[in-house]
């Protein structure tokens, strides 16, 4: 689980979400009257983002992780069109990484994060960190794991399913690492539900396709 108040943060900020799309009062409700109201979710089945033209047609809207840039992170990689990055200042840590960067959907349409954690430089071994940082999220099951390489680096993707006990619901969830010589990193993506989730897959595909060590 997060350490400290940062579990709490993070689930907080998923009820505050919910609630503001039940009542119509989001500020995604506000700008498209497709998620006024709460859809129920699909069916979360496991299964991982896969290289078709479904899942890799985002737009780039411009690069992070460069020095300059929104935030400076281990890796370069692009963003989806209209998200919009910022730098965390106080950052959390779930397992052995803490949370450097989020990169909000709301701007293109839809209510989820890109999240980038980073650890510490060390031998860390790519599928150990994914596997603590998944470890640390209660709810987790069904997950399937798989390698990836992109622009000669390497890395590890999981899929799997997050089961809520507060929100009563089950959904998909994403995440990729890579080890660096300034420490691993993983790449996260979540959603307020299922259907979010795979509407935000192609920035989710963008980013790791187009990954780069700094």
């Given at each position: 689980?997060?350490?400290?108040?940062?579990?709490?943060?993070?689930?907080?900020?998923?009820?505050?979400?919910?609630?503001?799309?039940?009542?119509?009062?989001?500020e995604a409700a506000e700008g498209d009257g497709s998620k006024a109201s709460?859809?129920?979710?699909?069916?979360?089945?496991?299964?991982?983002p896969k290289d078709t033209a479904a899942t890799t047609a985002a737009t780039s809207g411009g690069t992070v992780g460069a020095a300059g840039s929104a935030c400076e992170l281990p890796v370069t990689f692009d963003i989806a069109k209209s998200w919009k990055a910022e730098a965390v200042e106080a950052p959390l840590r779930q397992g052995p990484v803490s949370l450097a960067c989020?990169?909000?959907?709301?701007p293109a349409g839809n209510i989820g994060f890109l999240r980038v954690w980073a650890g510490t430089s060390g031998d860390a071994d790519t599928r150990a960190?994914?596997?603590?940082?998944?470890?640390?999220?209660?709810?987790?099951t069904k997950?399937?794991?798989?390698?990836?390489?992109?622009?000669?680096?390497?890395?590890?993707?999981v899929a799997y399913?997050?089961?809520?006990?507060?929100?009563?619901?089950?959904?998909?969830?994403?995440?990729?690492?890579?080890?660096?010589?300034?420490?691993?990193?993983?790449?996260?993506?979540?959603?307020?539900?299922?259907?979010e989730h795979e509407e935000m897959l192609p920035a989710y595909m963008l980013a790791r396709r187009t990954l780069r060590t700094a």
């Open positions: 689980m997060l350490v400290g108040a940062g579990n709490t943060w993070l689930r907080m900020a998923h009820v505050a979400l919910l609630a503001g799309v039940l009542t119509g009062c989001s709460a859809r129920p979710s699909a069916t979360a089945e496991t299964s991982g989020e990169i909000d959907a709301k960190v994914l596997e603590a940082f998944v470890a640390a999220e209660d709810g987790v997950e399937k794991y798989r390698t990836f390489t992109s622009g000669g680096v390497s890395g590890v993707e399913l997050y089961s809520s006990e507060l929100l009563e619901e089950t959904k998909k969830e994403s995440a990729f690492a890579v080890t660096t010589a300034d420490g691993p990193v993983v790449v996260h993506l979540g959603g307020l539900d299922t259907e």
